[in-house]
């Protein structure tokens, strides 16, 4: 059974920073581009980065230079490195991958930025 399990949500202040983990499971994690979304009410979940298996990666405009998303195949984990956070950033974070053509979602984690 594939389930991805997202922590390290939480709240902080602008400038700050927090680090995301998605742990993997039932599929051969080292061979898929994993994802990170985002979504507030309202509005469409919203891509924020993805990592392929060959380590290569993109960002939305709105976080580069700010976020970074790595990930460890002996662990199957995938993380989001988020610095100089903004209270625009403040959202569900999602973990995802596409896995025998169907779009799979860990539970989301909280990332709320204020002061």
């Known amino acids: 059974q594939v389930q991805l399990v997202e922590s390290g949500g939480g709240m902080v202040q602008p400038g700050g920073s927090l680090t995301l983990s998605c742990a993997a499971s039932g599929f051969t994690f080292s061979s898929y581009t994993m994802k990170w979304y985002r979504q507030t009410p309202g509005k469409e979940r919203e891509l924020v980065a993805a990592?392929?298996?060959?380590?290569?990666?993109r960002y939305a405009d709105s976080v580069k230079g700010r976020f970074t998303i790595s990930r460890d195949n002996a662990k199957n984990t995938v993380y989001l490195q988020m610095n100089s956070l903004k209270p625009e950033d403040t959202a569900i974070y999602y973990c995802n991958v596409r896995y025998a053509l169907r779009d799979l979602w860990g539970q989301g984690t909280q990332v709320t930025v204020s002061s």
């Open positions: 990592i392929s298996s060959a380590d290569t990666t």
